[in-house]
Structures are given as structure tokens and as C-alpha cells.
Nanobody
Framework: QARLSESGGGEVQAGESLRLSCAVS????????LGWFRQAPGKKRDEREG?????????????TYGDSVKGRFTVSRDNARNMIYLQMSDLKIDDTATYYC?????????????????????WGQGTQVTVSS
């Protein structure tokens, strides 16, 4: 059974940067695409926004992003450490949310704008990011 654990959240000021990490265990890491989602305050689970997705190496490790973060956020993976990262730059107040990492379903790759939650099976518990002015 896959297990995911996010870390690196915190409170920053607008314009600053932050890097989130996610440790993944319980699966053959290199065989799965991985994603990041966020849930803004007051939003429900099914309203989580797809932020980034990174595909398996044999598909070139292609990354896709949600429109709201393109050019500011970068997703990466370390297959040797079973880790996925989200580098966030030029943070805005609207980036305030709980951030979740997730594993895509078997044989599912990344699609434009990350795709719906239903493409992802296992989830972490989330890490809070608060951006203040």
C-alpha cells in the first residue's frame, strides 16, 4: 500500500520561495506518475486544484502544470530517494492552501493541467502553506 508524507510547508511573505517535499513508499516509485494538488481554505476535497504532475522517466519525466502556477512552480522527482519536490517561487497570497502529493493510477501519465483528482489514487496528509502580504 502506497504511503505519502509531505513536508516543507510554512508561512512566508508574498514574493518569497518555498520548497515542498514528499516521501513515497510502498510502491515501485519509478513506475508511477506523481502529482501535487492544493486545497484552498473553505474548499472541499473534490475542489482540490491540480498544481503539477511529473511523469515516469521512461516517458521523459515530462511535467505539466496548472495554469495558475505555470512559470512559478517547478516539480521534480528523485527516483533514488523515492521523493517528489515542488519548488514554489514568487508566492502569492492566493497560493495559501494545504498542499498534497499524490500517486497517479497505474499506467496513467500526466495530462495537460494535471487532470482531475480521479486520476490519482494514494494521497498524503497535506502540508500547510500560508502566504502573507
Amino acid at each position: 500500500q502506497a504511503r505519502l508524507s509531505e513536508s516543507g510547508g510554512g508561512e512566508v511573505q508574498a514574493g518569497e520561495s518555498l520548497r515542498l517535499s514528499c516521501a513515497v513508499s510502498g510502491l515501485n516509485f519509478g513506475e508511477f506518475a506523481l502529482g501535487w494538488f492544493r486545497q484552498a481554505p473553505g474548499k472541499k476535497r473534490d475542489e482540490r486544484e491540480g498544481i503539477a504532475c511529473i511523469d515516469r522517466d521512461r516517458y521523459g519525466g515530462r511535467a505539466t502544470y496548472g495554469d495558475s502556477v505555470k512559470g512559478r512552480f517547478t516539480v521534480s522527482r528523485d527516483n533514488a530517494r523515492n521523493m517528489i519536490y515542488l519548488q514554489m517561487s514568487d508566492l502569492k497570497i492566493d497560493d495559501t492552501a494545504t498542499y498534497y502529493c499524490a500517486v497517479a493510477g497505474y499506467a496513467l501519465g500526466c495530462v495537460e493541467n494535471v487532470g482531475p483528482l480521479t486520476r490519482f489514487g494514494a494521497w498524503g496528509q497535506g502540508t500547510q502553506v500560508t502566504v502573507s502580504s
